[in-house]
């Protein structure tokens, strides 16, 4: 995939990491404002998805970043069904919310919810993101 | 409530444009118009969390896209050719099948409650109850992740099946050489 | 009662787009305003006049939300319709690379 001018280089620049931390915010605060694992894995992933729009890829990247993104959805999907299996290890019950609720409308509070946004957010990024790269990158260029 | 009624008008209009426009880049902007339009009209019935997903996830579809399209063509060849004999049965057949539909559809959604009336049974408990059981302060996120966190289990499954469907469709190992 | 028809229209729009187009691409963008039209019509059917968005802010007070249940159903079902128009798009490249064409009645011959 080829880059975009110095113009979009430069915007893609300041902008990107203000994205990636609206969507960290989006992830963390799911329990207690709009969003959630799914808003903000979306957001993650349409983070990356401008940096490779913008800059270009070799076929060498594109690879390496198509098995870091599998990886990582992986890892998420094994935390989600992880944290509800350990729900049923620990009170007998699958997906029960066996942590403490802490104090209301605190960051820390509403036991297993914020986990479960982080593993969906991991989950939902990667494979966005890995959807994009299959579809538009370098490496699965057609041969005419 | 006018405005709401104006974004309606609006989406109708765009997605009858993207279905019949000749250019395929075109007709996938419009798309990107009934989506953008569908969000704002999330924002005005008092669902945030459903607008913010739609406007990131309507990016990621256009992007999509139009990454397809510039791989392949955008000139949609099928409209300017000759109308076939089994494309009018097809519209004919739609035709009765659409009216037949809208009156069934128009007698169904009159037993529904009125708009901006619903019937809040199951969702009083959940209302009252989110706080207390879950200690979180956003009632959907309560919903899907501590009430039916199951439901999201398998929409997981579901997006998890189908990343591995596109991977697997569009690699090149096993195609024949030429 | 009448803005749900506004949902039926649009069904029928996508549903058109499937049954009569002959470009692949256009079917996919008939499948895409088929999910717009049921996603915007469970978000109406929870609507509730002069009420929140479900969201607490303060811990007792008296709660006058919108119906938090739909809006839970539709938020999976949007990125499941990402997950869905991006595999009809990869089937639809797939046949592109194979017949050259997006005309579904020119991919007819065998081709091994």
Known sequence: ?????????????????????????????????????????????????????????????????????????????????????????????????????????????????????????????????????????????MED | MLELYLFLIFMLVAGIIATEIKDLLAA????????????????????????????VVEVLTIVIFVAVILRTTHIDETIKEKISGIQVLAVVLYGAFAVLFFIAMVRTLNNLPPFGHPIMKVANQYISLGLPRTGGANLVADVILDFRALDTLGEATVLFTSVIGVVALMRKIGRRQK | MTIFVFCIALFLIGLYAIVTKRNLIKIVIGFALIEYSVNLLFALIGFRRGALAPIITKVHTTHNFVDPIPQALVLTAIVIALGTTAVMLAIALRIYERYKTFDISKIKRLKG
């Open chain 1, 1 to 141: 995939m080829k880059g975009m001018s110095l113009i979009v280089k430069t915007i893609t620049n300041i902008v990107i990491g203000f994205i990636f931390l609206y969507g960290l915010y989006i992830i963390l605060h799911g329990h207690l404002t709009p969003g959630g694992g799914f808003a903000g894995g979306v957001i993650i992933a349409g983070v990356f998805v401008l940096k490779y729009l913008a800059y270009g890829s070799s076929k060498a990247g594109e690879k390496k970043s198509s098995i870091i993104s599998s990886v990582f959805e992986s890892v998420g999907a094994l935390l989600f069904v992880g944290i509800a299996l350990l729900g049923l290890l620990l009170t007998g019950v699958f997906f029960l919310n066996f942590i403490p609720r802490g104090t209301p409308l605190h960051l820390l509070s509403a036991g297993i919810i914020p986990l479960c946004n982080i593993a969906i957010g991991i989950k939902v990024g990667a494979g966005l993101f890995s959807i994009f790269l299959a579809l538009a990158a370098f490496k699965y260029i």
């Open chain 2, 28 to 55: 996938v902007i419009s798309l990107g118009a009934v989506g953008f339009s569908v969000a704002i009209i999330f924002i005005l019935v008092q669902a945030p969390d459903l607008a913010i997903v739609q406007i």
